[in-house]
Every structure is written in C-alpha cells, then in structure tokens.
C-alpha cells in the first residue's frame, strides 16, 4: 500500500527491522499514519519552528510532523533498534531529521535545535510526567518551547487539565495551568495502539504564557502546593502547620479559609498564598 512519503507502512517497518515492542520502554505504537499526521496537526503550524520528538520509535509520529511540514525534527530514541528504521526516514527528508540514540532524561537537546520550538511525543507515561514536570520548571519562564503536544494515560492528562474541586485537581493541574494553557485536544482508546495498552489515552496540548497568570516566587508555590496536596483531606491550617508563623492570618489574607482543603482551593489563591508566605 501505497503512503504519503513514499516509505513502507508501519506494521512492515517493524517486521523489517524486528521491531517487537518492548515493555520495558514503554513500546505501545501507534502504526495508522491518519492519526499520526492528524497528531502532528495538533501540534499547531510547524512550518517555522524545530520541534523536539522524544520517543519516535518505528517512526509513526515523526512522519507525520515531516509530512505535515515540520521545518526540523530532532528525533531523541533510547532504543537502538529503532535507528535504521529512523535513517531510511531522513533519507526522505534531507536535512530536516537529526536522530540522537539516548535517553531523554539525560541528553540536553537545545545545543540541537534553533527556535522557535515546539515539541511533540508519544512517551511512555512516567517518563511523559517527569519530562512534562521539568519542561514546566525551568529555572527562567518564557521556556525553551513554545506548546508542548503529549500522549498521556487519560487519568493523567485529567490531572493536568483539572480544575479545583475536581478528584484530579492537584500539584500537576497548578503547576501546567500557572504558566500554561493546557488543554485535552485528543482521546484514544487502547486498540489505537499496537500492542494495546490497558487504559484509554489522551493528547495534551499546552501553549506557553508569556508571564505566569498570578505572580508567586516559583520555589515557594511549589513547596506550598507540595506541602498542601502532600495532605489533601486535611484543612490547610493542620497540612501547612509549620510553614510559617502565623499561618493562619496569611490564609485569611490570601482569601482562604484554615478549615478549606486543598482541592478546594484555586490557582489564584494558591499564588496568593505562595506571596504572604515569601512576605514573611
Ligand atoms: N512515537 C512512537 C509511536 O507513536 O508509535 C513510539 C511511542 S512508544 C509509546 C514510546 C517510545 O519512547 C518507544 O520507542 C521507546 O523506546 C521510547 N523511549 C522510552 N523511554 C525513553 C527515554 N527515556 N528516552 C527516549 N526514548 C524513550
């Protein structure tokens, strides 16, 4: 069967290169080349920008955002078998995929890439989460990229998108929703996947702000969101106890009540709180 790059479809790729998924690596693949190029177009117009893929595999992802008229892809893959299978792909495209076989964890890839940037992966869930965490941290904000588009379990991409009050409200939720847009752009059952993974998937959609929405010293919202959700059925004035002197009183000025729970209380709040407390 013919496809739209000329190269062999996914499933005789794998077979090909002998490409069985790995459960260690997180290998669920997506193999139908419709929903990796309408993926990729969630990603936003690529036609100006690098955008970073970590995790690209047999290549199903990273052909749809060349197709779909990426400017340059860096491909980051810790799985050597997939190396050749991510050659014949830049062979298609010269000069627009450079592929490091490494762990994302611990490659650093801006020496690689020229903004703007965009980023864009199918990533085992808990390396998904920590990379998101990170990208969500930098030590300066505006960040490297400029919209993250992410695979996650769908229990976690709730958590990201959650709002106060819901049982997925958390550390997660507060910390994309602060400096980002964050929004569910994609739902995928397990059979979208080869082989089929246990839970049902989402794709994420974040655009960077240009400034947080709330002003609060970075450090100090996350230690006051840590120490708060560490505790979350307890009221505040018991789950911050020891946070500062006179917890009470900044709570009421920040506009919560001691007797509220975390899940209850908003972004806004919460860098409110994270400013009486720096006030101190
Ligand atoms: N993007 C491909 C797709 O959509 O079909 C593959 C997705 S599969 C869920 C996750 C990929 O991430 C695998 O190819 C796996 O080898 C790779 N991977 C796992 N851990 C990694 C890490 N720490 N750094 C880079 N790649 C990793």
Redesign the pocket.
């Known amino acids: 069967m013919a496809t739209i790059d000329g190269l062999p479809p996914?499933r005789d790729v794998i077979a090909t290169h002998g490409l069985s998924a790995?459960k260690a690596?997180?290998?669920?693949?997506?193999?139908d080349l419709n929903l990796?190029a309408k993926i990729a177009r969630l990603a936003g117009d690529m036609s100006a920008c690098d955008v970073l893929?970590?995790?690209?595999?047999?290549?199903?992802?990273?052909r749809g955002l060349l197709a779909e008229g990426a400017r340059r892809v860096l491909a980051?893959?810790?799985?050597a078998r997939?190396m050749p299978a991510l050659a014949e792909i830049a062979a298609v495209y010269p000069g627009r995929l450079e592929v490091i076989n490494?762990?994302?964890?611990?490659?650093d890839p801006l020496a690689h890439l020229t903004p703007p940037i965009r980023v864009a992966?199918?990533?085992?869930y808990n390396?998904g989460t920590e990379l998101l965490v990170r990208w969500l941290t930098p030590a300066e904000w505006p960040p490297f990229w400029e919209s993250l588009t992410l695979?996650f379990q769908k229990e976690v991409a709730e958590r990201i998108t959650a709002a106060p009050g819901s049982k997925a409200y958390g550390r997660l939720a507060l910390l994309a929703q602060w400096r980002a847009d964050p929004r569910i752009v994609l739902s995928l059952p397990p059979e979208a996947?080869t082989p089929a993974p246990k839970v049902s998937s989402a794709v994420v959609h974040l655009t960077a702000l240009p400034a947080p929405r709330f002003e609060a010293d970075p450090k100090v919202l996350e230690r006051v969101v840590a120490m708060a959700f560490n505790q979350r059925r307890k009221m505040l004035r018991a789950a911050l106890k020891g946070l500062v002197p006179d917890l009470e009183d900044r709570l009421i000025a920040s506009g919560i009540e001691p007797t509220d729970r975390a899940e209850t209380v908003s972004l806004e709040q919460f860098c409110a709180l994270a400013r009486a407390v720096k006030a101190g």
Not at 53 to 62: A, H, R, S, V
Not at 76 to 79: G, M, P, R, S, T
Request: proline share 8%; hydrophobic share 40%.
């Open positions: 996914l790995k690596l997180g290998q669920n693949f997506l193999l990796t893929e970590i995790g690209p595999g047999p290549g199903g992802l990273t980051i893959e810790k799985d997939c490494g762990d994302a964890l611990e490659v992966a199918n990533l085992p390396v695979m996947f």
